[in-house]
């Protein structure tokens, strides 16, 4: 079945960096553009990142361009999500998804439990 796995949240620095990773299994993770999103605590759920199913294209979130990049590396069925210069309210629950089709058109049917990420000094 699909599985997609997200690691690599933790505590964090303000203006330090994090990679988050999402491990995906159960489909062929090559024919499927991938997302992360987010949620702050008493917040709604926030996309920020999406990349195409061959790497082509990426779109980040206006609040997130410049410091967030998302690469993925098809041959290990893992995208990634690469925070720099962290702010506290870059603090969320981050959580990997899966697009039905190859391109960002924001149809998800897959989603990871979410890793947490907490910046603070």
């Known amino acids: 079945q699909v599985q997609l796995v997200e690691s690599g949240g933790g505590l964090a620095q303000p203006g330090g960096s994090l990679r988050l990773s999402c491990a995906a299994s159960?489909?062929?993770?090559?024919?499927?553009?991938m997302s992360w999103a987010r949620q702050a605590p008493g917040k709604g759920l926030e996309w920020v990142s999406g990349?195409?199913?061959?790497?082509?294209?990426?779109y980040n979130a206006d609040s997130v361009k410049g410091r967030f990049t998302i690469p993925r590396d098809n041959a290990k069925d893992r995208v990634h999500l690469q925070i720099n210069s962290l702010r506290p309210e870059d603090t969320a629950l981050y959580y990997c998804?899966?697009?039905?089709?190859?391109?960002?058109?924001?149809?998800?049917?897959?989603w990871g439990q979410g890793t947490q990420v907490t910046v603070s000094s």
């Open positions: 159960g489909f062929t993770f090559s024919a499927h553009a």
């Open positions: 998804s899966r697009e039905m089709g190859g391109f960002c058109w924001g149809r998800y049917d897959y």
């Open positions: 990349i195409y199913s061959d790497g082509s294209d990426i």
